[in-house]
């Protein structure tokens, strides 16, 4: 089964618009981090966002926050105001116990002007 | 801080060929790692150190080795090449252990690699 699921293989967003990336995981673990990940197009891995299973608000960075729904097992991005240098890769990932990262399949976002 | 580093940023192996490739970081990171991300597709972790002289196998380790001397440097070494080695490595480094409030992991620019 699919740890980390990325069902949005690309999505479209008007500058200035916001826009959520989905997320679900997989975990039997009670203890488990959610991480997202920006790709540019230049290649490079960007960290963006982390959410612990036991915080208690939804983690915020600047334009981002992740949307995170326990029971329902999603840690959903939203990027609010886009801005056309948001147009990239996105991942998302989640390390479960003390073990290593899984990251999902990505989502292509593209900032319309 | 340069943060983590790798070398070299593009290279073409024929199939049987060896090299190495090269990561460093300079934010006193404990914790190393290598992905390797094939086209269209997620991370897959190759292999991983928890400290100097301590590596151990991630979820793809096959065909790869990899040593830690010191703990600025982890290089990644590619034993005879093969076309599904065709691939985009990256190294990246946290500074505490998975789970930890420290352990979040920060990439190189990556090494895109072709086998023919």
């Known amino acids: 089964a699919q740890k980390i699921t990325q069902t949005q293989p690309g999505m479209f967003v008007q500058e200035k618009e916001a826009v959520t990336l989905d997320c679900t995981y997989d975990?039997?673990?009670?203890?488990?981090?959610l991480f997202w990940y920006k790709q540019p197009s230049s290649g490079e891995m960007i960290f963006l966002i982390y959410q612990g299973s036991y915080d208690q608000q939804n983690a915020t960075e600047g334009r981002y926050s992740l949307n995170f729904q326990k029971a329902r097992k999603s840690a959903n991005l939203v990027i609010s105001a886009s801005q056309l240098g948001d147009s990239a890769m996105y991942f998302c990932?989640?390390?479960?116990?003390?073990?290593?990262?899984?990251f999902g399949s990505g989502t292509q976002l593209t900032v319309l002007p | 801080n340069a943060g983590v580093t790798q070398t070299p940023k593009f290279r073409i192996l024929k199939i049987g060929q060896s090299m190495t490739l090269q990561c460093t970081q300079d934010?006193?990171?404990?914790?190393m790692y290598w992905y390797r991300q094939d086209p269209g597709m997620g991370l897959k972790l190759i292999y991983y150190?928890?400290?100097?002289?301590?590596?151990d196998k991630g979820e793809v380790p096959n065909g790869y080795n990899v040593s830690r001397s010191t703990t600025e440097d982890f290089p990644l070494r590619l034993e005879l090449a093969a076309p599904s080695q065709t691939s985009v490595y990256f190294c990246?480094?946290?500074?505490?252990?998975?789970?930890?409030?420290?352990?979040?992991?920060?990439f190189g620019p990556g090494t895109r690699l072709t086998v023919l």
């Open positions: 990932a989640m390390r479960e116990g003390p073990r290593q990262l899984t």
């Open positions: 150190s928890v400290g100097a002289g301590i590596t």
């Open positions: 975990t039997s673990d009670p203890s488990y981090g």
């Open positions: 990246a480094s946290s500074y505490g252990p998975p789970g930890g409030s420290t352990d979040t992991q920060y």
């Open positions: 934010m006193n990171h404990n914790y």
